[in-house]
């Protein structure tokens, strides 16, 4: 059957911001089912909270609504909207869940939606782990032995059919989140009662262990004739036990005889008839005991994920947009493979080559959390590499981590290494290939990790010669479904390594040009990088040259083989990017827009030769140099913090007391403000030294900034062509200045900077960027304080707000830069004087992964936390704020009990928090001091013991779900602080908990907006629409 | 130590030898199945080709007794990009190059084997070699000269039995002609309660029907089936009073003997991910497939356009076009309608493959015991 025509507008749901467990992956087919839709002459609905991504940009959709993925403001966009269809599977479990609660609650029913891809009964066969277990045994298939407990004495009694080991899952969450393994029996009650709190129906399967067994998943699709087709085999490295979403993966599997991989296509299968997907991709894992053949099937997801962004990248078979395309009625032989062109995509590809997935990890950022991988994902992005062989895919993949600190072992002999092996953690490749240099045998290895011996074998080898691989000559392959039994046509490419190069790259004679892409996702660098990677390639293509895109991020739109015209799925190290060069011969190479990334190569690829677009290295360097940044500033008669730089202990703390207290530190070597810290003496500054002598050794520059507080801090993206410098947005930031500008929300325009400072921060702007000559893009921060201004820093290149400003304004920031960068100057693109000009309000609200970390203080500071960011858009600041905060998954309450308590120094204008909320009805309860300070000013407080006081005291009162809003600042955060345990405790019970001053006061004033009830929604194209139309107007 | 692969046209590939220490020479061809290696190095099909898997590490799970489809290696050697012995794999009974050693079957690994892939794909598959370094490519050119191009090759009676066996004692007996079986069609049949007789392949007609099977089947194999007149012609007077089914070459022999002829493909069809559709019911499979030979449609065109079933009339009454290949669009199979009988070009029985069209066998024997009933 081909095209529906019965329907005509399809409302698609994105999976809202980036979180540990659902990252650009859903980006990336949200767009493929944007564009595959639009194409189909369907009108497209689209609500996304994340600004960050391509799908939210305007031309994706007919309508675009950045809104909270919640009931309301959905069901509201439906109301106004009227879509025929609801395509929920290509949101990650946000939309699915989103689209099972619009179905629950009578939304979709009420305007006559219809759910496409997959239905509300096919969603809960899968989703519901009770209905699925009983689905599968249905379908003849087994599973690990389980019981279902909705109380922790549920659970024990079940103990003991499951025994123990037990791997609690709940129900309803994300990446495992809330879940576990429980060795002993009271691990068990404590991890069934967090997986009780983190399920959203308070529900927890208890699984019957089957730990150390071989992991693996398959990537199915179904259409509506019921033909089947398996998409990529995925082989964990890693047994059960570590999340797949956190374990080294393989593409295709490598150690199943033909006979037992059969099977597992026909359970495969099996599963997906029996869950009843009608049409598109399903993810379907099972654990396998290669010794008694036995094959047990753990869950199934019935939409695309991770996997099959990753399944797509392996093989070249667009997983998402064939899901589309058969949600609207096509078959799969009805729809062609894009790459062959010539053959249907009714087959199942077949690849001659290896593919390897690495999982990036964050805990460096959070100290005290323990590295140890389990059932529940922590990872935080991903690198895929793609080799001839095992070896060379591995090692590749090994490169594009890109860690900031690679760890020795040096210390460690073989048999301390092989113990270490035991507790799956984060490090535990570079523990194996240690052991292996040490002499360890694949065996021993074994014995203690339990991954196959073939990978063993294999890395083992790589250790004791990791040159091996790489011997002979680059061969730049390519990625074609059929393993070359037919001509491929779109030019997606690999490096392998041969006796003799063999290229297969086919120019036409446009000239080209490269682009860096941003590498794996990681805390500091996320989607946002992507964006502007993106928009770089299609501006490079409007201009007329063959976009090369180079990146190894197999979740991101970047590595869309449509979003370019050459793409290299390579690592982005100098090596991997001159051997493109070399092959490429480009007009230049773009390096602003990855992030730090690409920037890292600058100096490198300028050295080689290699021509650099935009602005040059020298600016660069002379914008990161802080002497040489320093002296530029005292040249424009800008005023910047105080600072000095040390290079041992002793000039520390000689500097300190001249730049003078308090100081923000910070090792010169590291990025996203990490183990940066604010001292207030002496004694704080040796304290912190010492605390990290071990990672800045001797000789090791240390900074010491004045640190500005209770400073505005304001963050600036402009452009520049050399010349002409044009400011695209000014930010205000709602946390003061110390909370690090990733993590601190933000509005467009600023609400409360006179007139005066906004001309000189835009007179400042442009000094810098004329004074550092940049061409493209500059971001610079600012801190304001008793009506001075100071520079913080200025990036000379794409910032992490640029998709949000775009957003906002409606002026796509990183393509006019690209332009800028191709020659273009800013006078010729008519650009309007006063972009902000807008009459509505923009919020940026970060997400914070607290909540997956157990152990995290979850308190914001000068280092970034946070994995990713929502929008909220209203005609006033405190609407948007609001909404901003429910996209965010911390909505805040309409009524109830606030609990606040604050520092000293915070007292006053924690009152006036105080006062909004009793006016608002709210009660309030606080500790002793902060209850009499409110009280003193005549406003009614409840006093409530600290955790010290004895209970019932603040935590129980939380725990209890008493309490509906926290407002806490820090009093320096000592780990285990009362502070600690009131934070966790709220992030645990998802109770908005704000930490510091201005954002509870904007939260306050959110409450009272909200009181006029549900915010109308708007889409960005009505927002621009009246954008420009402000804008003509002046 | 050093080996290459030489093709006809003097393209040469570099390895190292492992497996065997010999040379070999025959046509070289290409397998796109991500595994099944033993298995195919065992099919009879693969008589006199040497196999370019272009899936790189083979031998990943060593080999087993479970693994062959016949009880030697047919296959002249296997042409590799990383080999892997693998004894220790689990369900392993012995490694793989030292099974390929036992078999004193030479192998290559470290070729590039893409590279190969994409040659044979545009000049299609040819005679070629494998050969230890020290054998010089002068040698070498003559060895590949002195071996026979497929096209006109009757390699049945290679790999036909010596004489008449019988395998299983189910109810129903089915007389095959073995002109090179696979053991999981054997195995699939006896599953199904089936007593299979294997007779050489030059058996007369009267010597296949002498035990009054309830219905004939037609084996996989081989080499060209254009050179293997006087099976058809035996064939031809088979047709009718039982049903008839074949796989693979049986399916290219039946469709000469109702008429169609064949001809060799470029390169082949070797994998196990080619979609076939079944013209009657719509219903895509997804197949294993190893031929280097097709059916020509009844039309005169080597593909079939049309979307449903094509009907034409034989010498044995009307044919039904049953399945089309959906990456080329050649024939994959025929029913006749008239009396009973139908084949397929693929093979159900997988080994190595998808086990998506198994049903084709259960089919079968339900016609049998229909028409025997
Ligand atoms: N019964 C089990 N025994 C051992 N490990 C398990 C078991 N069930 C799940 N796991 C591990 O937990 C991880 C997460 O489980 P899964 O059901 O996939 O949840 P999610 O929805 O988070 O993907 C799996 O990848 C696997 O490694
Ligand atoms: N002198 C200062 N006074 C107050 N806060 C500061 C000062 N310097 C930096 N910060 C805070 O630290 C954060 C991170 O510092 P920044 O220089 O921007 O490092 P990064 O390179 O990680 O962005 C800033 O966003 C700001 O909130
Ligand atoms: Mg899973
Ligand atoms: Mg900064």
């Known amino acids: ?1034 | 130590m050093g080996a290459y692969v030489l093709l006809e046209d003097g393209t040469r590939f570099d390895g190292e030898a492992c497996g065997a220490d010999a040379h070999a020479t025959g046509e070289v061809v290409f397998t796109t199945g991500m595994s099944g290696y033993q298995e195919s190095m065992t099919d009879p099909s693969f008589a006199r080709q040497l196999i370019t898997f272009t899936y790189p590490h083979v031998g990943n799970y060593g080999a087993s007794a479970e693994a062959m489809e016949s009880d030697r290696v047919w296959a002249r050697a296997a042409i590799m990009r990383a080999a892997v012995n693998r004894e220790d794999a689990p369900g392993a009974e012995r490694g793989w190059l030292d099974w390929l050693r036992d078999c004193g079957v030479p192998a290559i690994t470290g070729v590039d084997t893409r590279a190969l892939v994409r040659h044979i794909r545009s000049a299609g598959a040819m005679r070629g070699g494998v050969f230890p370094e020290r054998i010089s490519e002068a040698e070498a050119r003559e060895l590949i000269a002195a071996e026979p191009s497929m096209v006109g090759l009757d390699l049945a009676r290679e790999v036909t039995p010596p004489e008449l066996t019988v395998v299983g004692d189910g109810d129903v007996r089915i007389a095959a002609i073995d002109t090179g079986i696979k053991s999981s069609i054997v195995r699939n049949l006896v599953q199904r309660g089936a007593t299979v007789e294997l007779h050489p392949c030059t058996a007369t007609a009267a010597e296949v029907v002498a035990s009054a099977p309830d219905a004939v089947f037609l084996a996989n194999g081989p080499g060209d089936p254009a050179a293997l007149g006087y099976v058809v012609d035996t064939l031809r007077e088979l047709i009718g009073p039982r049903p008839v089914f074949g796989i693979c070459l049986g399916h290219q022999l039946l469709s000469r003997a109702v008429g169609l002829e064949t001809f060799k493909l470029p390169f082949g069809h070797r994998g196990a991910n080619h979609p076939v559709k079944d013209l009657e019911t719509g219903r895509i499979e997804i197949t294993s497939q190893n031929h280097g030979f097709a059916v020509v449609g009844p039309g005169g065109a080597r593909t079939v356009d049309a979307d449903e079933p094509v009907r034409w009339s034989t010498d044995f009454g009307e044919a039904r076009l049953s399945h089309v290949n959906l990456y080329d669009r050649t024939v994959e199979g025929l029913t006749l309608l008239d009396v009973a009988g139908g084949t397929v070009q693929y093979h159900p029985e997988a080994g190595p493959g998808p086990n998506d069209s198994l049903y084709l066998f259960d089919r079968f024997l339900d016609q049998i015991r229909r028409a025997a009933a």
């Open chain 1, 1 to 1034: 059957m081909p095209r529906r025509n019965d329907i005509h507008k399809i409302l698609i749901l994105g999976s809202g911001p980036i979180v540990i467990g659902q990252a650009a992956e859903f980006d990336y087919s949200g767009v493929q089912a944007c564009k595959v839709l639009k194409d189909e002459g369907y009108e497209v609905v689209l609500v996304n909270s994340n600004p960050a991504t391509i799908m939210t940009d305007p031309e994706f959709a007919d309508a675009t609504y950045v809104e909270p993925l919640l009931p309301g403001p959905v069901a509201a966009v439906i109301e106004r909207e009227r879509p025929d269809a609801l395509l929920p599977t290509l949101g990650g479990q946000t939309a699915l869940n989103l689209a099972k609660a619009l179905h629950e609650d009578g939304s979709l029913e009420r305007f006559g939606v219809e759910l496409i891809g997959a239905d509300y009964d096919a969603i809960a066969r899968a989703e519901d782990r009770d209905l699925f277990r009983q689905t599968m045994e249905r379908a003849g298939l087994r599973m690990p032995r389980s019981a279902i407990a909705t109380s922790v004495d549920e659970a024990l009694a079940a103990l003991g059919d499951v025994g123990l080991p037990c791997i609690v899952r709940p129900a309803f969450t994300l990446g495992g989140r809330g879940g576990g393994i429980a060795r002993t029996e009271e691990d068990y009650r404590r991890v069934v009662a967090r997986g009780l709190a983190a399920s959203p129906i308070g529900q927890v399967l208890l699984d019957e262990s089957v730990l150390g067994w071989g992991e693996f998943e398959l990537e199915v699709m179904r259409d509506h004739n019921d033909n089947v087709v398996i998409v990529c085999s995925i082989e964990n490295v890693d047994p059960m036990g570590v999340h797949t979403g956190d374990s080294v993966t393989v593409a295709p599997q490598q150690t199943l005889t033909d006979r037992l991989y059969q099977r597992l296509r026909d359970q495969a299968i099996a599963v997906i008839r029996a869950v009843g997907v009608e049409t598109g991709g399903s993810n379907v894992q099972f654990a396998v005991d290669p010794v008694s053949e036995e094959i047990l099937v753990i869950e199934m997801n019935p939409r695309v994920s991770r996997s099959s962004a990753l399944a797509s990248k392996a093989t070249g078979f667009p997983i998402a947009k064939i899901a589309a395309r058969l949600a609207v009625g096509y078959a799969l032989e009805e729809i062609p493979n894009d790459i062959t062109k010539v053959t249907p995509a009714s087959f199942e590809p077949t690849i001659d080559y290896v593919v390897v997935k690495w999982p990036r990890f964050a805990f460096e950022k959070f100290p005290g959390v323990s590295s140890d991988l389990t059932t529940h994902m922590k990872s935080v992005g991903e690198a895929m590499a793609i080799g001839r062989t095992f070896q060379q895919a591995f090692a590749k993949a090994l490169r594009s981590r890109e860690l900031d600190s690679s760890t020795a072992f040096s210390e460690l002999d073989a048999d301390a290494l092989l113990t270490a092996l035991e507790r799956p953690a984060a490090d535990r490749y570079d523990v194996m290939l240690e052991a292996f240099r040490k002499g360890a045998t694949v065996e021993a290895v074994h014995e203690r990790c339990g991954v196959d011996p073939w990978f063993l074998r294999e890395l083992r080898e790589l250790a004791l010669d990791p040159d091996a691989p790489f011997r002979g000559e680059r061969s730049y392959k390519a990625v074609d479904t059929c393993a070359a039994e037919f001509e491929a046509r779109t030019p997606y490419f690999y490096s392998g390594w041969e006796r003799r190069a063999a290229h297969e790259i086919e120019k036409g004679d446009r000239s080209s040009v490269i682009i860096l892409g941003s590498g794996p996702n990681r805390i500091g660098q996320g989607i946002e990088f992507d964006y502007c990677c993106v928009h770089a390639a299609m501006t490079v293509r409007d201009a007329g040259r063959d976009a090369v895109m180079i990146n190894c991020n197999p979740e991101t739109v970047s590595t869309d083989y449509d979003t370019s015209d050459r793409l290299y799925f390579e690592p982005l190290t100098l090596e991997d990017v001159l051997g493109v060069v070399d092959v490429e011969r480009p007009e230049g190479v773009i390096v602003q827009f990855g992030g730090q990334t690409p920037l890292k190569l600058a100096a490198g690829l300028q050295a080689a030769g290699v021509p650099l677009l935009g602005t040059s290295p020298e600016a660069i360097d002379l914008a990161e140099d802080r002497g040489r940044f320093g002296a530029l500033l005292d040249r424009l008669g800008y005023q910047a913090p105080p600072y000095a730089t040390a290079h041992s202990v002793e000039e520390a703390l000689r500097c300190g007391s001249k730049v003078g207290y308090p100081l923000l530190v910070r090792p010169s070597y590291v990025l996203g403000g990490r183990a940066m810290e604010i001292v207030y003496s002496d004694d704080g500054l040796r304290d912190y030294l010492v605390r990290n002598a071990g990672s800045n050794g001797n000789g090791r520059e240390i900074f010491l900034d004045r640190f500005l507080e209770n400073a505005i801090e304001v963050d600036v993206d402009a452009l520049c062509d050399g010349e002409d410098v044009w400011i695209g947005g000014i930010m205000q930031h709602v946390e003061e200045a110390g909370i690090h500008s990733g993590d601190s929300a933000c509005v467009l325009p600023p609400h409360s900077l006179g007139h005066q400072m906004l001309d000189r921060i835009r007179e400042h702007t442009a000094g810098i960027a004329r004074g550092l000559g940049v061409v493209g893009l500059l971001n610079v921060q600012y801190a304001v304080l008793g009506g001075e201004l100071y520079v913080i820093e200025a990036n000379p290149r794409a910032s992490r707000t640029i998709p949000f400003v775009s957003k906002a304004i409606g002026i796509p920031l990183a393509k006019i830069a690209c332009r800028v960068m191709l020659g273009a100057r800013l006078r010729d693109l008519d650009l309007p004087a006063e972009p902000m000009r807008a009459d509505h309000v923009s919020v940026k609200e970060a997400v914070l992964p607290f909540d997956r970390f157990e152990g995290a203080d979850a308190v914001l500071g000068p280092e970034m936390r946070s994995t990713g960011e929502v929008m909220g858009v209203a005609r006033d600041f405190p609407t948007a704020f609001a909404k901003a905060q429910a996209a965010a998954g911390a909505a805040l309450p309409a009524g109830g009990t606030a609990f606040v308590t604050v520092t000293d120094s915070d007292k006053p204008g924690a009152v006036a928090i105080a006062q909004t909320l009793h006016d608002l009805g709210f009660r309030i309860v606080a500790t002793r001091g902060t209850a009499e300070a409110i009280e003193r000013m005549g406003i009614p407080a409840e006093r409530i013991n600290k955790v010290g006081e004895g209970s019932p005291h603040v935590v129980d009162w939380i725990e209890r779900g008493d309490v509906d809003l926290v407002v806490n600042t820090p009093t320096g955060s000592g780990a285990r602080s009362d502070g600690w345990e009131i934070r966790r405790a709220a992030v645990t019970r998802g109770i908005p908990c704000l930490t510091t001053l201005s954002g509870g006061l904007a939260a306050a004033r959110a409450i009272a907006a909200a009181r006029s009830g549900e915010p109308a929604v708007t889409s960005l194209q009505e927002l621009h629409g009246r954008a420009a139309r402000a804008g003509a107007a002046t």
